[in-house]
């Protein structure tokens, strides 16, 4: 989402107002973030879509800019955050699929769904991808289906808390047993084995259950992912005070960096060059010399 920003395919919203908010200190936006320099960074993503992004164009009355930015960062917060209700998350989240149907399927309020013209093109809508719109609305309704069936299977919410440990225990046995690099004809061969080794260490009544240097296996009852954080309040992050670098919600923090934009003259930052950077004094005398000319 974050790339479709970037690459400016939402008529409805106006990107300069995005420059606007880099040079305001209160939102934390950096120009890394803002361009994309590390396009794998998740922290630069964040940066670029966040509540206090969001908060600046509704001071603005940038209305539609702050409903993208703020819609995309409620559905991050409510699928990625600690601290939230079920039914706040599925409030966020719904914000999110009923954002991207409203210009897919303006009627999909009122009528049936299964009446959808699936030969429609759907390249373009909110600006995203093909792709990512399949991705988001699939996510939404899967997430929300395993909520509702938390009841019937006898799962707490959020069931996935404790799944990574046991993902990167198997995936570990699988490279110990066939190396970094194997075929799926080795994996086939060696299949039953790795089954066999990982059922051995997730059985607690072995004494070697989950055995680890690092001990990041535990044997306890993992906290709710919903518990509120020590010092919040119960409105779901949405204190007076979301400036605050305290704040336990993480998405809500404000983080600012006074040196990775030396360039930029803003108030608030520092205006010492970053390593590997020249001063805006430096380039300003130091003119680039082009290739000589073709013959």
Not at 20 to 26: G, I, K, L, N, S
Not at 27 to 55: I, M, Y
Not at 185 to 200: L, P, T
Not at 210 to 229: G, M, Q
Request: proline share 5%; with cysteine; net charge negative.
């Amino acid at each position: 989402m974050a790339k479709h920003t970037r690459d400016g395919g939402n008529q409805e919203l106006t990107y300069e107002r995005f420059d606007e908010a880099m040079r305001d200190p209160t939102t934390g936006l950096t120009h890394a973030a803002l361009v994309g320099t590390r396009r794998q960074s998740v922290p630069d993503a964040e940066k670029l879509l966040s509540f206090h992004v969001a908060k600046f164009f509704r001071e603005k009355h940038y209305f539609p800019e702050a409903e993208y930015v703020e819609t995309i960062a409620q559905w991050h917060e409510a699928s990625d955050g600690h601290g939230i209700s079920q039914l706040q998350r599925c409030r966020q989240k719904y914000r999110m699929l009923n954002y991207i149907l409203d210009e897919w399927i303006p009627w999909h309020r009122d009528h049936d769904l299964s009446t959808l013209d699936i030969n429609k093109p759907i390249n373009g809508i909110r600006g995203f991808s093909r792709e990512t719109v399949v991705e988001v609305t699939t996510n939404i309704e899967s997430q929300e289906f395993r909520c509702r069936q938390n009841a019937v299977i006898g799962f707490e919410e959020n069931p996935r808390g404790s799944s990574t440990d046991n993902l990167e225990c198997l995936f570990s046995m699988c490279h110990g047993w066939l190396g970094p690099v194997f075929t799926l004809k080795e994996f086939k061969m060696k299949w039953r084995k790795i089954v066999r080794e990982f059922s051995k260490r997730m059985d607690p009544e072995l004494p070697f259950f989950c055995h680890t240097l690092n001990e990041r296996f535990s044997t306890d009852l993992l906290p709710s992912f919903d518990e509120v954080p020590i010092g919040c309040n119960d409105n779901g992050g949405d204190n007076d005070d979301d400036t605050d670098s305290r704040n336990p919600y993480r998405l809500h923090r404000l983080v600012r960096n006074t040196r990775e934009d030396s360039s930029i003259f803003a108030a608030g930052r520092s205006f010492l060059p970053a390593r590997n950077r020249v001063s805006t004094r430096q380039r300003f005398h130091r003119f680039d010399i082009g290739l000589p000319p073709l013959l």
